[in-house]
């Protein structure tokens, strides 16, 4: 009767998930990893328009339930997000193609810059490529901001939530997972006295059911799987440091960012003040202002934002090469980072998801979920005021009294260039609607053009 009914349980699921062809899958996986410009914001932003809007395969709830749970967990969110979507879609093997596919194309490019700069100095000429990108990402960040915050905050009490968490994080520099947690115990209190602006259908808005809540791959498939992607992740720092020693800039990278994947909380944005610490201070892999040479390089090529961390273990080991030549020495320093740092994201995914879907149908989790929405949008919008400031002015500097800590430009620095095409890259998706692809392709060829005219 046991089998039957589980039988009867599983067989839809396989059914559901079978709408969406794998080669349909794999090609949205890689759009959206060659896409995938601007850091979190605009990752999130991309997922968001063809995931929910044009392929409708997740819901808004559904996306934002993914998202929340994604912000919580060390690393970088965005990969994290592709993970849990291509895991919803296809299980372990959708996860691993997505997550995989996301990052490919930006550790290239990074692996090739890193190469370029180690050999010839800046790469500059980069930035001025994808100077028109940049324009349009902003427009698609904030377009997202605005569909997310209508369907996401339905209510004033929604809506001054979403305001004090952009505030946290923007002026006061709360960590993210402090105002989630803080979200939560507000949404929950307003749910258990029964408040109507905290009051939300559990599961709602999950009609399309890629993964239902009644799925779960059991015990014994958590232990297999954790413990095949543990051998992956320490394998190599095992090796290192059993082969090399302690005293090696490969055994050095291996433990370091393989330690930064799990205590990092917050995003990209987090971590970066943590690594490029440690790599200028503690381990000497750069020097000062190299970091935001490989964060422009990072900013301005498709993956993650924290793919600078390959830029910082590239450039540890090529100055540190032992018996390589200091470009072998920077690309396997380069692989090696990225490795340890990536590999940890489908541990946490396949670890949790089984068991944040299931929290879709808890009616006493609903409000609370609800709160930690309202917060993500804030955070969403201070992921997109960020990218703003940093693409429409060469100078940003912090500017610190007590406990603020606010970013400001400065005035003077002000890019009319980058401005005007920001502009019309606004004007093109929130009154002409067009679409991703064109807007993107129209501003990467504006950026060109100007580039070339002004040389």
Known sequence: MREAVQKNRVAPAMERRAAIPFAEAFT?????????????????????????????WLSEERFLHALNFCMLLPGPEAQQLT????????????????????????????????????????????????????????????????KIGKKALQNRIMIAISGCSFLAIFVFSVPFPVII????AIGYLGGQLGLS???????????EELNPAGYHPGVMGLVKTTLVILILWLTPSALLLGLAGPENVFTDISLFFSKMAVVTFGGAYAVLAYVAQAAVGEFGWLRPGEMLDGLGMAETTPGPLIMVTQFVGFMGAYRDPG??????????????????????????????APYVETLRRNTALSAALATITAAVVGVILNLAVWFALHVLF????????????????????????????????????????????????LAALTGVGLNAFAA
């Open 197 to 207: 602006a905290f009051e939300r259908k559990a599961g709602e808005g999950g009609e």
């Open 181 to 184: 947690l803080t979200a939560a």
């Open 28 to 56: 949205v996986w890689l759009r959206i990893a060659l896409l995938s410009f601007g850091g979190p914001a605009g990752q999130i932003a991309i997922m968001h328009r063809l995931l929910v809007e044009e392929k409708k």
């Open 394 to 441: 060469e100078d940003v500097e912090i500017w610190k009294a007590g406990p603020l800590a606010l970013e400001v430009p400065a005035l003077q620095s002000f890019d009319p260039t980058a401005g005007l095409l920001s502009a019309l890259a606004l004007i093109a998706v929130f009154r002409l609607k067009l679409g991703m692809a064109p807007l993107i392709l």
């Open 83 to 146: 993970i849990y979507a291509g895991w919803l879609t296809h299980r372990i093997l959708g996860g691993i193609v997505a997550g995989i596919l996301f990052v490919l194309p930006g550790a290239a490019a990074i692996m090739v810059l890193s190469w370029v700069y180690a050999s010839f100095g800046n790469t500059g000429y980069v930035e001025a490529l994808f100077f028109g990108l940049k324009a349009a990402v902003l427009a698609i960040v904030l377009q997202a901001v605005v």
């Open 323 to 352: 018996s390589f030549s200091p470009l072998t020495a920077g690309m396997l320093g380069g692989l090696l980072t990225t490795w340890v740092t990536f590999v940890p994201c489908f541990l946490w995914i396949f670890l949790g």
